[in-house]
């Protein structure tokens, strides 16, 4: 077989690794000896890693994710044991397809935002999509969608992430208007996909972003439905820091 007709046919197979490792392989297979079997498996499961590499590359910074908020970077010895559990639980994936929601309360500084973003980084290493918003951001955007008839069109485009993280719910007050963009989202994704929510208040103080205490009932409903709240009631990080610096300082 001509060589050039071989590397035509696994460049239009789209296997970019089997074509750049071939002739190594080749090498390496007839200095030990590998069957048929054994060189196709080794070319074929190169192509298989750096593939999922690619996807997983791909859809980190599709995610917006901030790069630093992984499970590396988070102090867990913090939380008590029972959230602990819960995170190892949500780690593990299964309550996207649940379509469960994941509610996320604590004081600033407690940690909110990094663990939801460290549980959206394991997500995408199993393959799944996944979309960081800050809620106020997210909530112009549908804003700007409504006032230009494009709002199913954001919604259908944001449905397709299994897990779409909204930070910082309620910390700037919204208007009427703003408060109806989000709830058709929240609405939307009602048992279709999983919301991923950080807010520093109690659902108690809900009426503050809805405005209405119909819709803030409504609104809590359908996240609770299908839901794990995690209540990280601890000492801000940042204060700790601060704290632990004036202390070396001593």
Not at 17 to 36: I, P, R
Not at 54 to 78: C, G, H, N, Q
Not at 95 to 124: D, M, Q, W, Y
């Amino acid at each position: 077989m001509d060589q050039f007709e071989l590397a035509l046919c696994i460049k239009e197979l789209k296997m970019p690794s089997v074509l750049e490792y071939f002739a190594e392989y080749s090498m390496t297979a007839g200095k030990e000896g590998w069957g048929f079997e054994r060189f196709l498996y080794e070319l074929l499961n190169i192509e298989r890693e750096n593939r999922k590499e690619r996807r997983i590359a791909k859809l980190l910074r599709e995610s917006k994710l901030p790069l630093s908020k992984t499970f590396a970077m988070l102090d867990r010895t913090r939380f008590p044991r029972f959230i602990n559990q819960q995170i190892d639980a949500l780690i593990e994936g299964s309550f996207l397809g649940r379509c469960e929601n994941v509610l996320v309360f604590g004081n600033p500084g407690s940690g909110k935002s990094h663990t939801v973003c460290a549980i959206g980084h394991e997500l995408i290493i199993q393959g799944q999509r996944v979309l960081f918003k800050n809620c106020e951001i997210l909530v112009q955007e549908l804003l700007i969608a409504k006032r230009e008839f494009m709002l199913p069109a954001l919604l259908k485009k944001l449905g397709r992430y299994q897990a779409l993280i909204v930070d910082d719910i309620g910390y700037v007050q919204q208007s009427r208007e703003e408060m109806e963009v989000l709830f058709t989202l929240l609405a939307d994704r009602y048992e279709k996909a999983s919301t991923m929510i950080t807010s520093n208040l109690a659902f108690s103080e809900w009426e503050k972003i809805f405005k209405d205490p119909m819709t803030t009932a409504a609104a809590i409903d359908r996240l609770v439905h299908h839901s794990m709240i995690l209540e990280l009631n601890v000492d801000s990080y940042r204060l700790e820091e601060a704290k632990k610096g004036k202390n070396n300082k001593k």
